[in-house]
């Protein structure tokens, strides 16, 4: 299976960006960008158009964090809300259980966690400066897109 490709929207007047540059990077992301481009109350969305300025907390650098989905979706209201998505797998999401043997893996998934965990203060703090949500999907509300 493959887990990069090409998507080509049904509404391209909908994609803020290059609509016929539109990578997906998981299967994850290829059903966001799916229902995204589908959806009536979705006005506008794009694909890693935002970037977010964050400090790397291993190595003290600042880095650029090109967050995944940018939506404008109009409520039950008539109101149009702005929206950072993340997609990342439930396990990224949440504190590696501290072990008693620090291996290879446990390292990397401290880091991972770190790194994201750092991104995702600077988008909230990104989005509460504009008004706008951030939200992280996982294989749980994935599904159910």
Not at 14 to 22: H, Q, R
Not at 80 to 108: A, D, F, G, H, N
């Amino acid at each position: 299976m493959a887990y990069k490709g090409k998507f080509k929207p049904t509404q391209p007047e909908k994609y803020k960006g290059d609509a016929s540059n539109i990578i997906w990077r998981s299967t994850w992301e290829r059903k966001v960008m799916h229902w995204l481009d589908t959806k009536d109350d979705v006005v506008a969305w794009g694909s890693e158009e935002v970037v977010i300025p964050y400090r790397d907390p291993v190595e003290g650098r600042q880095r650029r964090y090109f967050v995944d989905f940018y939506a404008r979706i109009k409520n039950k209201e008539g109101q149009i809300k702005t929206y950072l998505i993340e997609v990342k797998p439930k396990k990224q999401t949440m504190e590696p259980e501290k072990k008693t043997r620090i291996t290879k893996q446990y390292i990397q998934e401290v880091y991972t966690y770190a790194v994201n965990k750092a991104k995702w203060d600077s988008a909230k703090e990104f989005c509460a400066d504009k008004g706008w949500e951030f939200i992280i999907l996982t294989e749980d509300t994935i599904y159910s897109l």
